[in-house]
């Protein structure tokens, strides 16, 4: 007779162990933006079976959550495929912000104190900092939206926005995966629209925002307009 075989203490342990890290790979890879369960296990090398078991545990413990993914062509037969995103307790313990309620409160006084326009010039300056070091590292990008939104990307993730850029048919996007003071700016959107008048300054041309983690959405997408034809050959000006 074959009796089940009992795993020790310490090999139970490293078990849970590896299955902890899988799972924060897992988080990891969610922070850049939705994934399917195919796309992650493609991206862990792991089998549709074992991505499943991590993700099945993941939603249990409320750290991720499903989305139907948005197909743009004819759908196919089957179910809609579901896409997993991280919820917003999970992206606080990947991210946690120690100071946020120091800084919800210090916004809430200036607003008492001295009105919304003083929360305002708050944003401006703060975000200053982070509008000059990215203006450095544009400075070879050229004058092309697009490509100054590429070159944006990439100073945004090395501040840790986590950001990525994308052409699409009526112009481009830039998506920010990860934002350092999204649970003050839910309360404060002025943070928001501070941050949205730079990227615009940066770039040199108009952008509107289309979605805001503060808001609840799992990105932040700025659309970038494609220019008119007329208008494509002028001189942007970085020098301001």
């Known amino acids: 007779m074959k009796y089940p075989v009992q795993l020790g203490e310490g090999a139970a342990a490293t078990a849970a162990a590896?299955?902890?890290?899988?799972?924060?790979?897992?988080?990891?890879?969610?922070?850049?933006?939705?994934?399917?369960?195919a796309e992650l296990g493609a991206q862990l090398g792991l089998s549709p079976a074992a991505i499943r078991k991590h993700l099945d545990a993941m939603l249990a413990d409320q750290l991720v959550e499903t989305r139907e993914v948005r197909r743009t062509g004819p759908r196919g037969r089957g179910r809609?495929?579901?896409?997993?995103?991280?919820?917003?307790?999970?992206?606080?313990?990947?991210?946690?912000?120690?100071?946020?309620?120091?800084?919800?409160?210090?916004?809430?006084?200036?607003?008492?104190?001295?009105?919304?326009?003083?929360?305002?010039?708050?944003?401006?300056?703060?975000?200053?900092?982070?509008?000059?070091?990215?203006?450095?590292?544009?400075?070879?990008?050229?004058t092309d939206p697009f490509a100054r939104a590429e070159a944006l990307a990439d100073a945004l993730t090395a501040e840790g926005y986590a950001a990525s850029a994308t052409t699409i048919a009526s112009g481009g996007q830039l998506?920010?995966?990860?934002?350092?003071?999204?649970?003050?700016?839910?309360?404060?959107?002025?943070?928001?629209?501070?941050?949205?008048?730079?990227?615009?300054?940066?770039?040199?041309?108009?952008?509107?925002?289309?979605?805001t983690i503060a808001h609840g959405d799992g990105v932040c997408t700025t659309h970038i307009p494609s220019r008119p034809a007329h208008t494509a050959a002028n001189t942007v000006r970085t020098d301001t």
Do not use: M
Not at 19 to 37: E, H, M, S
Not at 106 to 132: C, N, T, Y
Not at 191 to 200: F, G, M, Q, Y
């Open 18 to 37: 590896s299955d902890g890290r899988t799972r924060d790979r897992v988080g990891q890879l969610l922070q850049r933006g939705p994934a399917t369960a």
């Open 80 to 142: 809609p495929a579901k896409a997993f995103v991280l919820t917003a307790a999970a992206r606080e313990d990947l991210n946690p912000h120690h100071y946020d309620n120091i800084a919800a409160a210090a916004l809430r006084w200036i607003a008492q104190h001295h009105g919304p326009e003083a929360v305002s010039a708050f944003a401006g300056a703060q975000i200053q900092a982070l509008e000059d070091r990215c203006r450095t590292a544009l400075l070879e990008a050229g």
């Open 175 to 211: 998506c920010q995966h990860h934002c350092p003071v999204a649970h003050v700016a839910a309360e404060f959107p002025q943070l928001c629209d501070a941050e949205t008048e730079v990227i615009s300054r940066l770039i040199g041309t108009h952008v509107q925002r289309l979605a």
